[in-house]
């Protein structure tokens, strides 16, 4: 019987998000999911400043070496004149299959390493360059969602060239008293701040203003209950079960505080029991999303649902994570799917949609030509 040929993943973590610890934990559980007899693996760490360090640097550090002092010493290997220095081992990386970013925030979902990957000419897990990109954005994705008919708060959107015509009393006029701030390009809850009176609305704009140079302020709802759904697919996604994040009484919002320095109050229920019309809404409301983003591979869809049961899409996360409390993997398992069973469909869903997009002509062909027809149809 012939030997079967492993799938050579390259996985990327790291980044210079504030989730840069966080994306090192959820790459060493898909590490540790993968089953080694299908795959070989080559690690590769983004540093907080931008370098990526080889396969063998970056398992020093997975193993628990200082970061800085290994990369310290990895950039006196490379020419720092060239250009392409800080990439310049990925670029070198020719016989990786495929990708598997796990770099969070900023550079890893707003569509910066898509296009690196593209760039490579490899398969990569999740989402485009484009659907990343918008999706990260949250005014462009408020947009979208508006367009598709998809319920999301009010919200106004803050640039530094009209910020101030929004002082406290016009938003409130508009909005509410009660209104939460955020960067339009930020993840992990870095820069919001929810505000009910002008003293308030002041600091968190200020504060806003330094993660982006566009802020939303949008309408807060209600006693808002926090639900989330997982999403697995290309051209015909899968929903899971539904959770929900529950916070202290005490606790305004799901905060990065709560997310990151102390989550002892925070409890998840997964799956969480809804009302079977609520959850059908929901589902379906995330099925909807994915596709009008043109969602690819995976993402996590957070809604707001009000205490009269109205849900609202709250936020979109193209790369989830996959750390012990995450709750994307939590979702699944609790709907039937294994960790490592939903890290091998996510692989050949990347593996599937770059041969799907392969088969696209990038430059003209004669009508009459049909040579160069596509008749690939891509696995689901």
């Known amino acids: 019987m012939e030997k079967q040929t492993k799938i050579h ?14 994306s090192k934990r959820s790459a060493h559980n898909i590490y540790d999911a993968m089953d080694k007899s299908r795959y070989e693996v080559s690690l590769f760490l983004l540093t907080r400043d931008g370098f990526v360090l080889s396969d063998a640097a970056s398992r020093r550090v997975f193993d628990g070496e200082d970061e800085a002092t290994v990369a310290a010493a990895e950039q006196t290997k490379v020419d720092a004149s060239n250009p ?11 016989d990786i299959d495929v990708f598997f970013p796990i770099i969070h925030g900023n550079l890893g979902e707003d569509g910066t390493i898509q ?25 462009m994705t408020k947009q979208v969602l508006t367009a598709h008919g998809i319920r999301n708060t009010k919200y106004l959107v803050l640039t530094p060239e009209n910020r101030d015509a929004y002082d406290y009393s016009t938003v409130q006029a508009q909005l509410g008293d009660n209104v939460f701030i955020k960067p339009a390009n930020q993840g992990s809850s870095v820069g919001i701040h929810k505000a009910s009176n002008a003293a308030e609305y002041n600091d968190g704009i200020e504060d806003a203003f330094r993660y ?38 005490s606790d305004v919002f799901y905060d990065y505080n709560n997310k990151f320095v102390d989550a002892s109050g925070v409890t998840f229920e997964v799956p969480v029991e809804l009302s079977a019309d609520l959850t059908k809404e929901i589902t379906q409301m995330g099925l909807q999303t994915y596709a009008a983003l043109g969602l690819k591979g995976m993402a996590r869809i957070d809604y707001l649902v009000s205490k009269d049961g109205v849900p609202y899409v709250g936020e979109v996360n193209t790369l989830p994570g996959f750390t ?38 990038y430059d003209f062909i004669p009508l009459d030509d049909h040579s160069a027809a596509s008749t690939y149809k891509p696995k689901h």
Do not use: C, M
């Open 9 to 22: 993943v390259g996985l990327l973590f790291g980044g210079n998000s504030s989730e840069h610890d966080v």
């Open 115 to 139: 296009g690196l990957f593209r760039l490579l000419k490899k398969p990569y897990v999740g989402s485009g360059v484009l659907a990343s990109a918008v999706s990260f954005d949250k005014d």
């Open 84 to 94: 392409l220095a800080p990439i310049w081992n990925l670029s070198q990386a020719k």
């Open 324 to 361: 012990n409390i995450s709750l994307y993997p939590q979702l699944w398992q609790a709907t039937g799917i294994t960790y490592a069973d939903l890290i091998d469909r996510l692989i050949q869903l990347g593996l599937d949609e770059f041969k799907y997009q392969d088969e696209l002509a």
């Open 212 to 249: 982006d140079y566009k802020v939303l302020v949008e309408q807060t709802i209600d006693g808002p209950e926090e639900v989330e759904i997982s999403i697995l697919g290309n051209e015909e996604p899968i929903a899971s079960k539904l959770g929900a994040i529950r916070v202290p009484d």
